[in-house]
T-cell receptor, first 116, second 115 residues
Framework: AQTVTQSQPEMSVQEAETVTLSCTYD???????LFWYKQPPSRQMILVIR????KQQNATENRFSVNFQKAAKSFSLKISDSQLGDAAMYFC?????????????WGLGTSLAVNP | EPEVTQTPSHQVTQMGQEVILRCVPI?????FYWYRQILGQKVEFLVS????????KSEIFDDQFSVERPDGSNFTLKIRSTKLEDSAMYFC?????????????FGNGTRLTVT
């Protein structure tokens, strides 16, 4: 069965600094997607970044980038130039491609605090 | 930007009562989902819905749960006889396409408290 593990329940970073959130997963599939979602106090789950497993190039979205290590089954999120608005719960999620299957498997989340 | 909206934001109910959680997906989306998050636990998939029928459901989604798209805009989750362990945050999501290359858009969630 697929599992997603986030080993850091809480992290903090100084404003303008860089922080890396860890995620590991387990799967026997070869075709899948990995996601990072952000959940601010407003509670809405917001997609931060997405990585297709077949792509070797790491995804980037502005200040957000991932380090995808497929062999190690690792998918970390790097936030550069951290801003106060980045403070939120961050969830790593796994989704495998099986037709219209959208059953995402989630980690427990990492609570990120940004200190001014 | 279009949003998924959920109502109510917080629902308190007594054990054994029926509850209906409401969601309005993004208007041109075709795939709809419910997830839940029990406090301190992982977000869990409940059900996916497409073309007016359930396309997949988890083990959690037993006979006490049902979903419906009663009109062209709403997507509801009904729990027939609530239990204490149904207390959780329930998230509705929608997507334009069914594959993982079509992002899920989530609502703000409904916090259900069963007393």
């Amino acid at each position: 069965a697929q599992t997603v593990t986030q080993s850091q329940p809480e992290m903090s970073v100084q404003e303008a600094e860089t922080v890396t959130l860890s995620c590991t997963y387990d799967t026997s599939e070869s075709d899948y997607y990995l996601f990072w979602y952000k959940q601010p106090p407003s509670r809405q789950m917001i997609l931060v970044i997405r990585q297709e497993a077949y792509k070797q190039q790491n995804a980037t979205e502005n200040r957000f980038s991932v380090n995808f290590q497929k062999a190690a089954k690792s998918f970390s999120l790097k936030i550069s130039d951290s801003q106060l608005g980045d403070a939120a719960m961050y969830f790593c999620a796994y989704g495998y491609n099986a037709g219209n299957n959208r059953k995402l498997i989630w980690g427990l989340g990492t609570s990120l605090a940004v200190n001014p | 930007e279009p949003e998924v909206t959920q109502t109510p934001s917080h629902q308190v109910t007594q054990m054994g009562q029926e509850v209906i959680l409401r969601c309005v997906p993004i208007s041109n989306h075709l795939y709809f989902y419910w997830y839940r998050q029990i406090l301190g636990q992982k977000v869990e998939f409940l059900v996916s819905f497409y073309n007016n029928e359930i396309s997949e459901k988890s083990e959690i989604f037993d006979d006490q749960f049902s979903v419906e798209r009663p009109d062209g805009s709403n997507f509801t989750l009904k729990i027939r006889s609530t239990k204490l362990e149904d207390s959780a945050m329930y998230f509705c999501a929608s997507s334009l396409g069914g594959g993982n290359n079509s992002p899920l858009h989530f609502g703000n969630g409904t916090r259900l408290t069963v007393t």
